[in-house]
């Protein structure tokens, strides 16, 4: 790509280009689709109990790992909080889903599907997301928090 055309992709994206981006984002986590072309391709990824992640490549790999245990999800578009200041966008918002194992979590019905993610895009692309949710979809950490068992 030349420089003209690098300059004019670059161009300062408006706070609405930001929430779309991130609700396209979203919308292809519930429906299967390509997130990666979402994302530079040295972005940062962060979700709990994994390693930051740098890069398509550990982007993928991060995405496949969650994948290994999470079988569907649905995020409940009609209720988000988004606040934007600059590149950064938050999102907060529940979900609803199945595991691997067949577990389903619904947010309000059992502890899960309550999250928050943290984008940081520009450039048309997310640059950064952190994700900040509780893995333990299945209510299965008992040990450590007895009160799940007694839910």
């Not at 003209?4 to 300062?12: G, H, L, V």
């Not at 408006?14 to 919308?27: C, F, G, I, N």
């Not at 938050?90 to 309000?108: H, I, L, M, N, Q």
Request: net charge negative.
């Amino acid at each position: 790509m030349d420089a003209p055309a690098r300059i004019a992709e670059m161009a300062t994206m408006t706070d609405d280009q930001r929430k779309q981006l991130a609700l396209e984002y979203l919308k292809r986590l519930d429906t299967g689709g390509d997130i990666l072309e979402l994302f530079d391709e040295r972005a940062q990824v962060y979700f709990p109990k994994c390693p930051l992640a740098v890069g398509h490549d550990e982007i993928g790999a991060l995405f496949a790992g969650i994948g290994s245990i999470v079988a569907a999800v649905t995020h409940d578009y009609a209720y988000l909080n988004v606040i934007g200041q600059g590149d950064t966008l938050v999102v907060e918002g529940t979900s609803s889903g199945r595991t691997t194992d067949g577990t389903e979590w619904r947010a309000g019905v059992t502890h899960a599907g309550r999250w928050c993610d943290v984008f940081e895009i520009r450039d048309n692309r997310i640059q950064r997301l952190f994700i900040y949710l509780d893995p333990d979809y299945a209510d299965a950490d008992t040990a450590r928090y007895p009160w799940l068992a007694r839910a």
